[in-house]
């Protein structure tokens, strides 16, 4: 298991705020995610990160930005939110290569409402 | 276009008899497939994955069963028990520089009755 910390895990902020989504991990992984899932959907890839100043964006288009200026930390920012922005963020991390690349571990998640 | 699918939305079983969740694929190059399970308010928990190497993984009451040519897996759970209740997701990703990128199912939500 890995230890991934997310704050904040629910947020109820007003349309047109800033938000920033933290994540940490604990086990030196070099590989960070983040996921979104809409309630009774699945999971989809917005953005990742192989290390540290590297950041790619995922399968699912996002008006979310990510930065990985330490190995450990991997922040999501929402610069101006609106109600579609309404999901649950799930960050996640995994080992360097091989199959145990292959197998990511989550944190928590954060509930985000925009009202 | 949906490349993991999970078509039973739910699936509802008896105290210690056998849940089997299943799941099918369209991509062949999916060579690597896991099963999360999540509660509400949660995040995914990892149980258990299989390479495409093989086409059957054990570990205690789970195992997952590949077959590649039918592009299907599946997780059993013998016994089931109530703490076993819960969303379960499929995944798969391609391996090489898609490692750790996942393509997730819709989910099955699994009651198990005592």
């Known amino acids: 298991e890995a230890d991934i910390y997310q704050t904040p895990r629910y947020l109820v902020i007003g349309t047109g705020k800033k938000i920033t989504l933290e994540c940490s991990q604990t086990m030196g992984h070099d590989k960070m995610y983040w996921y979104q899932q809409d309630p009774g959907m699945e999971l989809h890839l917005i953005h990742y990160s192989y290390g540290v100043n590297s950041t790619e964006k995922g399968d699912l288009s996002s008006e979310s930005t990510v930065s990985r200026i330490r190995t450990e930390h991997f922040p999501l920012t929402l610069e101006s939110a609106r109600p579609s922005h309404t999901s649950q963020y799930l960050c996640?991390?995994?080992?360097?290569?091989?199959?145990?690349?292959?197998?990511?571990?989550f944190g928590e998640g954060s509930w985000l409402t925009v009202v | 276009d949906q490349q993991v699918k999970q078509n039973s939305p739910s699936l509802s079983v008896q105290e210690g008899r056998i849940s089997i969740l299943n799941c099918d694929y369209t991509n062949s190059m999916f060579d690597y497939f896991l099963w999360y399970k999540k509660y509400p308010a949660e995040g995914p928990t990892f149980l258990i994955s299989?390479?495409?190497?093989?086409d059957k993984n054990e570990d205690g009451r789970f195992t997952v069963f590949l077959n590649k040519s039918a592009k299907h897996l599946s997780l059993h759970i013998v016994p089931s028990q109530p703490g076993d209740s819960a969303v379960y997701f499929c995944?798969?990703?391609?391996?090489?520089?898609?490692?750790?990128?996942?393509?997730f199912g819709q989910g099955t939500i699994l009651t198990v009755h005592p």
């Open positions: 995944a798969a990703s391609a391996g090489g520089t898609s490692y750790g990128k996942l393509t």
């Open positions: 996640a991390s995994s080992e360097s290569g091989g199959p145990g690349g292959n197998t990511i571990y």
């Open positions: 299989i390479s495409s190497i093989k």
